[in-house]
């Protein structure tokens, strides 16, 4: 099992940057692909990014493609979102989630655990 916290939120105007960060705890945090999912009010959930356990491998939606980054540190426990040039319909909770398997997931369904969230606002 393992626990995620995400830090990083907050209030930008469009066209800047935001690093959002994942805490991990667990020995096995190597073990689990990870991913973020975010969730506008009155939306459905969203895959925006998801890394594989070792990795190197990435997957994102055709929306945040080119803008968004993941990363993650298996020493650290930590999954990073790297935001760029971001724009209002970015505005959503971000959720770090960890898939219960090593392979990437672009379906939500797929995540087991999950954090509280953290919220991004990007003003226009």
């Known amino acids: 099992q393992v626990q995620l916290v995400e830090s990083g939120g907050g209030l930008v105007q469009a066209g800047a940057s935001l690093r959002l960060s994942c805490a991990a705890s667990?020995?096995?945090?190597?073990?689990?692909?990870m991913g973020w999912v975010r969730q506008a009010p009155g939306k459905e959930r969203e895959f925006v990014a998801t890394i594989s356990s070792s990795g190197q491998t990435t997957s994102y939606p055709d929306s945040v493609n080119g803008r968004f980054t993941i990363s993650r540190d298996n020493v650290r426990n930590m999954v990073y979102l790297q935001m760029n040039s971001l724009k209002p319909e970015d505005t959503a909770v971000y959720y770090c989630?960890?898939?219960?398997?090593?392979?990437?997931?672009?379906?939500?369904?797929?995540?087991?655990?999950w954090g509280q969230g953290t919220q991004v606002t990007v003003s226009s």
């Open positions: 667990g020995r096995t945090f190597s073990s689990y692909a």
């Open positions: 989630a960890a898939v219960d398997g090593s392979s990437p997931s672009i379906s939500v369904d797929y995540y087991k655990y």
